[in-house]
Every structure is written in structure tokens, then in C-alpha cells.
């Protein structure tokens, strides 16, 4: 149950999200509901849907408020994580905190989008109120994923621009990395989460998208083959040493008791006693979406190449 329990925390927490392959039709329509006068129909991994075409409140219930924040579109309503994401803070300021739990407090947003995951509950209920659109976690890449919703949102062009800009500077950063670093010099991504350590694979946020999709840095055997697969994976502080790369990028959560740090097991792993321990804020860097992955690859390139 424990490990149930953790998955789904985990997968809310995430940045890396999924969605439909699906396509937007530009064509703009007329739209009977009295929140939008205009509409266009996005193809959902669910099958078209009506939606505004310049959505002016949105909700969103899991994941992906960073990515419609990145494209200028207004949010009424977001996820708790997000909503203690202190990379957020400034621009969700006036932005309530909901849940799928509570539709009274959705219906009093009077939104004209609502957004979430294929595993939120109440989606009959949801789209009740407004359009809803979710997203079935790993079903495509995280950066495919964005410009998806950058469809949903009519906003395709400019979310295309920013992963074409994207790429280009997390390989180029990349590059300059591994030829400082070395082409075989190895990273690994942990985290303590409620007094479990966990291990990630490439495509599970906390910066494991660009170290090792963009980047291609290498990650170690042993957590290629344990994390890979899943995305992440729990393991216990006598073994971490076994999953430890030559450098480690800790998502340390200041919440969590951390005191694990203090023990002669955890001081003796070589990336520890030569300094080559990257803390970030687990809270900051959680997801994957723009402003997320802006923030960590600056990060990587100032702790990697002092720039």
C-alpha cells in the first residue's frame, strides 16, 4: 500500500507528464457556452474536444501549470504542488489552490478550461463545469508534451519555438560539460522523500530530462538497470553508494529529515568527499515544463562550468 501510496505522490509531483499525440484544428468556431464566443476543437488522446480558443481562466489539477504559465495563458486554479513551488510563487500569487475533490470550489472559479491528468478523479463531473482535457502520464515525451498543450491552448507556434530553442542550448551546454567533465563521468538524480531515498531514471523531472536526454551524460549501471524502466527507484541508504555517479544531483526537500547526510556511509561516497554533490530545492525542481527546465539548465551549466 506504502508503495502504491509513493507511486502516485511521485507521479503528481512529476514533470514529466504525457499526453495525446493529437493535432488541433485552427479552424475557429461558434461556441454556445457563455464563457467563450469562440472555439476550437482539440484532438485528445479522448477524441476531439470543444475548447476556447483564447481561454482566459483555466484550471489546472496536476502537472502542468508551468507550462501554460509559460505561454502567457491566465490560471485561476492549480495543484497544490504547484502552488508551493516557490519558483511559482510570484506568478500564481493570486491564484487559488484546488483539488478534483472539491468541484464547489472549481464552479466558483467559473473556468472555461480545466486540465489534468488521465488518472483525475471526478472527470464526468469536471467537464461538467468546463471543457476538460487530461493527459495520460509517459504517453509521450516531455517536451512533445508541452507543445501539445501549446495546441490545446492555441498557442502551438510558440510553445514549438521555445523546445526548438531549448534543445539547441541544453546540447550545446551538454557538450561544453561532458568535454570538462569527461565523456564517461557519470550522474545520478536522488531524493529523500517521506524517510525513503529514491533513485531516478531520464524522464521522471528533478533535471533527469536534460542531464540525460538532452545532455547525454551517463548514468550509472546500477541505476540504468533498476530506475530506467520505471522512472525512479527506492533503495535504501546502505546501498545509494552502489547507485552513486561520479557526481550526484540531490533534490533535497528542506521538509524532510535529511540527517542521512550525517552518517559515515553516505560521507564516504566519492561524489560526497570530492565535493561533487549538486543540492537543489526538490520543490523548484519537481516538474519539467519551461520555466522548470529553464531554472535547472542554468543551474547544471553554472555548477558544471562555474558560468
Not at 488522446?45 to 481562466?57: F, I, M, T, Y
Not at 486540465?115 to 516531455?142: C, F, Q, W
Not at 548514468?219 to 522512472?231: I, S
Not at 525542481?285 to 555548477?303: C, E, G, R
Request: include cysteine; glycine fraction near 6%; hydrophobic fraction near 35%.
Amino acid at each position: 500500500m506504502k508503495k502504491i501510496l509513493i507511486s502516485f505522490v511521485l507521479l503528481i509531483a512529476l514533470v514529466l507528464g504525457a499526453c495525446s499525440g493529437g493535432a488541433t484544428e485552427n479552424k475557429e468556431s461558434s461556441d454556445s457556452n457563455e464563457k467563450g464566443s469562440k472555439t476550437i476543437t482539440y484532438q485528445s488522446e479522448n477524441g476531439p474536444v470543444e475548447v476556447p480558443a483564447h481561454p482566459k481562466r483555466v484550471v489546472v489539477l496536476q502537472s502542468f501549470a508551468g507550462n501554460v504559465m509559460s505561454l502567457g495563458v491566465n490560471l485561476v486554479g492549480v495543484d497544490s504542488w504547484s502552488k508551493m513551488n516557490p519558483r511559482f510563487e510570484k506568478g500564481l500569487k493570486d491564484v487559488e489552490e484546488v483539488s478534483e475533490e472539491n468541484l464547489e470550489k472549481i464552479i466558483e472559479l467559473n473556468p472555461d478550461l480545466i486540465i489534468g491528468l488521465s488518472t483525475t478523479k471526478n472527470i464526468d463531473k469536471l467537464k461538467e463545469i468546463a471543457p476538460t482535457v487530461t493527459y495520460t502520464y509517459g504517453k509521450v515525451d516531455y517536451l512533445t508534451q508541452h507543445v501539445e498543450i501549446g495546441k490545446l491552448l492555441n498557442k502551438e507556434k510558440e510553445a514549438q519555438a521555445w523546445v526548438d530553442d531549448f534543445k539547441k542550448r541544453a546540447e550545446a551546454a551538454g557538450k561544453d560539460i561532458k568535454a570538462k567533465i569527461g565523456e564517461d563521468t557519470t550522474v545520478s538524480v536522488i531524493e529523500n522523500f517521506d524517510k525513503q531515498l529514491y533513485v531516478f531514471g531520464d524522464n521522471w523531472g528533478r533535471g533527469t530530462e536534460i542531464l540525460y536526454q538532452e545532455m547525454k551524460l551517463k548514468m550509472p549501471e546500477k541505476v540504468k538497470e533498476m530506475a530506467l524502466k520505471d522512472g525512479y527507484y527506492a533503495l535504501s541508504l546502505e546501498v545509494l553508494p552502489e547507485f552513486a555517479g561520479d557526481y550526484m544531483v540531490f533534490s533535497k526537500n528542506p521538509d524532510t529529515d535529511n540527517s542521512f547526510q550525517e552518517t559515515d556511509t553516505y560521507k564516504n561516497i566519492p561524489a560526497v568527499k570530492n565535493n561533487h554533490v549538486l543540492e537543489v530545492n526538490a520543490k523548484e525542481f519537481y516538474f519539467n515544463d519551461p520555466i522548470t527546465l529553464d531554472l535547472q539548465l542554468d543551474y547544471f551549466v553554472k555548477s558544471f562550468l562555474g558560468n
